[in-house]
């Protein structure tokens, strides 16, 4: 079974501009939640979908935004980057169905900003 | 607001040596996970804990849990350098749908 899969592995952005990351979940998984990593803020959650639908969302400004689609799968987006964007960008993917489920991250978006 | 705390946030280790870390959380929850995170990786899951007095254990690792004392500790036993790494906890609330609140992870030196 494959595992949690995201793109692109490397992003390197300038100030201002706006990136979209992908994550493709397990097969069979309708969760794919969303989490920011940093050395001075630690691994902080961004927001988690559920069968297209965003059930629950962590304090992030309104610059970061996610949607989900039919197959499951899943992007985020992060508008007027910021110096302080510079992140791992973890998804993990569970089946979740009516609770939470073991969850299983994917390799991350190692992103840098300028 | 659930808060984790994990101790300690540095450890650093003999080889052959046992060591536990310890995971506080603040209020009731319905699951607690224990992760392995290399340099520059993504997390791997050790291991998932439901119920009050859990226990598991793969190979030098054990974990547990006690939700009387919203208590979780990672027991290493015998450490060897491949254990070097960072040990983060992380507890999920089921009406908190698809979030799960981290501690600030341990790093682990295992030294020869």
């Known amino acids: 079974k494959a595992g949690v899969t995201q793109t692109p592995r490397y992003l390197i952005k300038t100030r201002g501009q706006q990136v979209t990351l992908s994550c493709s979940p397990i097969s069979g998984h309708r969760s794919v939640s969303w989490y920011q990593q940093t050395p001075g803020q630690g691994l902080q959650f961004l927001f988690e979908?559920?069968?297209?639908?965003?059930?629950n969302k962590g304090n992030f400004p309104g610059r970061f935004s996610g949607r989900q689609f039919s197959n499951s799968r899943s992007e985020m987006n992060v508008s007027t980057l910021e110096l302080g964007d510079s992140a791992l960008y973890l998804c993990?993917?569970?089946?979740?169905?009516?609770?939470?489920?073991?969850?299983?991250f994917g390799p991350g978006t190692r992103l840098t900003v300028l | 607001e659930l808060k984790v705390e994990q101790n300690p946030l540095f450890l650093s280790m003999q080889e052959g040596k046992n060591y536990t870390i310890y995971c506080n959380y603040s209020t009731t929850s319905d699951r607690l996970y224990w992760y392995r995170q290399d340099p520059g990786k993504s997390l791997e899951s050790l291991f998932v804990l439901l119920s009050n007095g859990a226990v598991k254990q793969e190979g030098r690792l054990m974990a547990s849990l006690d939700t009387k004392a919203r208590l979780s500790t990672l027991h290493i036993t015998a450490a060897v350098h491949d254990l070097s790494a960072t040990y983060f906890c992380?507890?999920?609330?089921?009406?908190?749908?698809?979030?799960?609140?981290f501690g600030d992870g341990t790093t682990l030196t295992v030294k020869p």
């Open positions: 979908y559920f069968s297209e639908t965003q059930r």
């Open positions: 993990a993917s569970s089946l979740a169905e009516g609770f939470r489920d073991e969850q299983f």
């Open positions: 992380a507890v999920d609330i089921v009406t908190n749908a698809g979030k799960s609140t």
